[in-house]
Structures are given as structure tokens and as C-alpha cells.
């Protein structure tokens, strides 16, 4: 468990400058965006912004979550290591398969809390995925809307713009 906690400062340490590095590039790529297409891009920037507070609820929820985790494999770990120190007590009294019913009780309540995390993980990483292409085609199409024509220097500038700013805020900010 140290380990892992360990790994957290380390990961927290790299992404760290996300913090005020991110809002600043947010800043230079919309002003480069909306010289680029126009307003097409504040509308695909828009969605983007959007989905922040989204994602900001379920990281939320998500870390919640881990600490509930967390607190019960530390309950777990202690009843295992009391039904360990014990062993003959419990063997002698024949209270073994009380025992590990509980302990199978507080493994079932853990298991379950670690699949609605994992759940909250999958639908977070699935916004990030699936905005990219709802960013991409309303910019599009909203700049095709206002009587614009598509031309390949517009639109690969405009998709490098829209990735790097949906994986500097969504991803690491």
C-alpha cells in the first residue's frame, strides 16, 4: 500500500504544472483557434469547458470511492490477520467457517465498491474518447454552417488545436 501512495506523489509531482500551465494553454489555443475558423472554434472550445465540470463529479465521486476502498480492505486485512493470530482458538471452538463467512462478507461489500469505482474510471475515460468526436464534428459543422468551405490546412490545424486542448483540460488539469 505504500508503494501505491508512493506512485500517487510521483504521478501528482509530473501532472502538477497542468495546474497553471493548463489554463494558460487553453488561453493561447482558443485566441489561435478563433483566429484560425472563427467562432466555430469557441463553439467546439465550448463543449470542452463543459465537460470539465462533468468529469471534475465523477473524479469526485471516484476518489470518494477509493477511500471507502481503501477503509474496507484495511478492516479486511485486520479480521484476516485476527482469524490468523487465532487460528487454534477458532479451529478448537469451530467457529472457522463463521470465520471466513465474515471475513467472505467484508471481500463481497469490497469487491463491490472496487467494480462501481472501476465503473465510474470506465465512464470517465469514455467521455474523454467520445467528446473528441462531438467536438470535432460540431466545430465542423457548425463552421460548415455559417457558409465556410473545409480546406485541409483549416481542418488538421483545427483537430491538432481541438486534441491538445481536450487532453491538456480533460486529461491532466
Given at each position: 500500500m ?11 509531482g509530473?501532472?502538477?504544472n ?15 483557434g ?45 479480521l ?22 465474515h ?32 467536438v ?23 483537430l ?12 491532466y488539469?
Amino acid at each position: 500500500m505504500m508503494s501505491t501512495d508512493t506512485e500517487k506523489f510521483q504521478t501528482g509531482g509530473i501532472y502538477f504544472n497542468n495546474i497553471w500551465h493548463g489554463p494558460f494553454d487553453a488561453a493561447m489555443i482558443l485566441i489561435y483557434g478563433y483566429l484560425q475558423i472563427g467562432v466555430s472554434f469557441v463553439v467546439g472550445f465550448a463543449i470542452i469547458v463543459l465537460l470539465l465540470p462533468v468529469q471534475a463529479c465523477i473524479s469526485q465521486r471516484f476518489a470518494m470511492l477509493r477511500r471507502q476502498v481503501a477503509s474496507l480492505t484495511d478492516a479486511r486485512v485486520k479480521l484476516t490477520n485476527q482469524a490468523i493470530v487465532g487460528v487454534r482458538q477458532m479451529k478448537i471452538s469451530g467457529w472457522e467457517w463463521a470465520f471466513r463467512d465474515h471475513i467472505q462478507e467484508q471481500r463481497d461489500h469490497e469487491i463491490s465498491r472496487v467494480a462501481e469505482a472501476s465503473k465510474l474510471k470506465a465512464t470517465n475515460e469514455s467521455i474523454f474518447f467520445v467528446s473528441s468526436a462531438i467536438v470535432t464534428f460540431t466545430t465542423f459543422a457548425t463552421y460548415w454552417g455559417l457558409g465556410h468551405h473545409l480546406t485541409p490546412d483549416k481542418v488538421f490545424t483545427t483537430l491538432v488545436l481541438l486534441n491538445a486542448i481536450q487532453l491538456s483540460a480533460t486529461k491532466y488539469f
